[in-house]
């Protein structure tokens, strides 16, 4: 088989989407009962691994998600305050989990409508992260900072400060690839965004990244969010006789979620 990645006969060893640091520490300190988003419905606990990549590719990325949990996910954390430095390495761990986003979803079947750019941007990231070419067409990558004290609320935990989840989004005129682990959020645009959708996200133009100074004025990922948040719920994987006793339950948790947490997303963004 090919890797993937470098593109020669290789033997594919398995490669975690979301590094398996954001695995541990949800099992570490969550109720382990949060399922994944999006297109699988598999428990967390087992992370989401293809067979993708040779040992060689797999390890070079692993070291830059080593670097990351180390000098970024560990400090942010302990602490909402942490600024976060552009450094090399955080380009590439970026750009390389959104190219493994990009490579696990776009030749899944779907009909993307912009399937052209998403073929082209998964050329130019895997020839940044393969051969250090630069990033010219598809470089507006986003580092979104959650901050647990007033980004969200304490009810969207739920899904802002704990899921994990991944996605190619699309609307008709729309299309980002997203990641999102823990208190972090990846996104790399494809197409359709305006020059002032982010405030100091982009790896690409800042130096540092602080929680409090992150703004998205983009209405489709703000909508893109709250779809995410209600999600959250469907794919939650009880029993149905569970879900009848938790009906009730969680219909008022959705709907405090609606009243509290979208109207201060909006207020933010505004
Ligand atoms: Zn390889």
């Known amino acids: ?36 988003l ?45 600024v976060v430095k552009n450094e090399r390495e955080l380009k590439y761990f970026i750009v390389s989990v959104l190219w493994k986003v990009l490579k696990l979803f776009k030749d899944d079947g779907n009909n993307y409508n912009f399937k052209t750019d998403l073929n082209n941007a998964e050329i130019e990231w895997g020839n940044y992260l393969l051969n250090d070419e630069p990033i ?3 470089k507006n990558l986003h580092l979104v900072l959650v901050d647990s004290n007033y980004w969200i609320e304490q009810k969207s935990d739920l899904y802002f400060s ?25 996104i790399g645009e494809i197409i359709g965004f305006s020059e002032n959708s982010f405030q100091n996200t982009n790896i690409t133009i ?11 004025n983009e209405s489709g990922i703000i909508q893109f969010f709250m779809d995410r948040v209600n999600n959250t719920k469907e794919y939650d994987d009880l029993s149905v006789k569970q879900k009848e006793n938790n ?20 207020n933010k963004y505004k």
């Open 38 to 82: 999006g297109k699988f419905n598999s428990p967390i606990q087992d992370g989401i691994k293809k067979y993708m990549l040779c040992k060689d590719c797999e390890g070079k990325f692993s070291k830059y998600e080593k670097w990351f949990n180390e000098k970024v996910f560990k400090p942010y954390i302990n602490d909402c305050n942490f």
């Open 162 to 186: 704990r899921s994990i989840d991944i996605e190619i989004a699309e609307s008709d005129k729309l299309c980002f690839i997203y990641a999102k682990f823990s208190r972090f959020i990846l």
């Open 1 to 36: 088989m090919k890797c993937e990645f470098h593109r020669k006969e290789a033997e594919h060893c398995e490669s975690h989407i979301i590094p398996k640091f954001a695995y541990k520490w949800m099992k570490k300190t969550g109720s382990g009962r949060f399922r994944q």
């Open 136 to 138: 010219t067409k598809y």
């Open 247 to 266: 009906a009730k339950y969680y219909k008022n948790k959705l709907e405090s979620l609606r009243e509290t947490d979208y109207m201060k997303l909006q």
């Open 206 to 216: 800042e130096n540092e990244f602080r929680s409090t100074n992150q703004i998205i």
